[in-house]
C-alpha cells in the first residue's frame, strides 16, 4: 500500500515539476520585444521599465525592472509565479499566457551577463 502511494505521489510531482522545470528555461517561448513594448504601455505609471521611458521616473513606486531582473535567483519561474500571484501594492493585473511570457522574457534580457 505505501509502494502505491508512493509511486502516486511521484508521478503527481512529476506531472507537476516538469513544467516547472521547463519554464526555467530561458527559450520559454516569449519575446522580449514585445514584452517591453507591453510593459511600456502598461507597466511604466508603476515601475522604470526602460531608461527610454516617457513616463517620469518620479513616479516609480516599484522596483525598476532592471533591479528585479538582477536580483539573486531570479528565474522565468520565479517571475511567473510572482506575476500569478496577488500583490497589495500591486493592481491585480490579470495577463494572457503570451503577455506574461512575453513580459518575462523581457525582464530576464535586462539580466547582465557575467
Known amino acids: 500500500m505505501t509502494r502505491r502511494w508512493l ?7 512529476l506531472a507537476v515539476a516538469t513544467p516547472a522545470v521547463w519554464a526555467q528555461d530561458s527559450s520559454f517561448g516569449g519575446d522580449p520585444q514585445a ?3 507591453f510593459a511600456l504601455e502598461v507597466c511604466t505609471p508603476c515601475h ?4 527610454r521611458q516617457l513616463a ?3 513616479f516609480a513606486i516599484a522596483p525598476r525592472f532592471d533591479a528585479i531582473a538582477n536580483s539573486p ?3 522565468s519561474m520565479a517571475l511567473k509565479a510572482f506575476l500569478a500571484t496577488p500583490h497589495k ?5 490579470i495577463l494572457s499566457a503570451d503577455e506574461s511570457a512575453d ?5 530576464l534580457s535586462l539580466q547582465k551577463k557575467p
Open 48 to 51: 522604470v521599465v526602460s531608461s
Open 7 to 13: 509511486t502516486a505521489g511521484l508521478g503527481a510531482f
Open 103 to 107: 513580459v518575462i522574457a523581457y525582464i
Open 35 to 37: 514584452g517591453r513594448a
Open 73 to 75: 535567483g531570479m528565474t
Open 89 to 93: 501594492s500591486m493592481p491585480n493585473l
Open 56 to 58: 517620469p521616473f518620479r
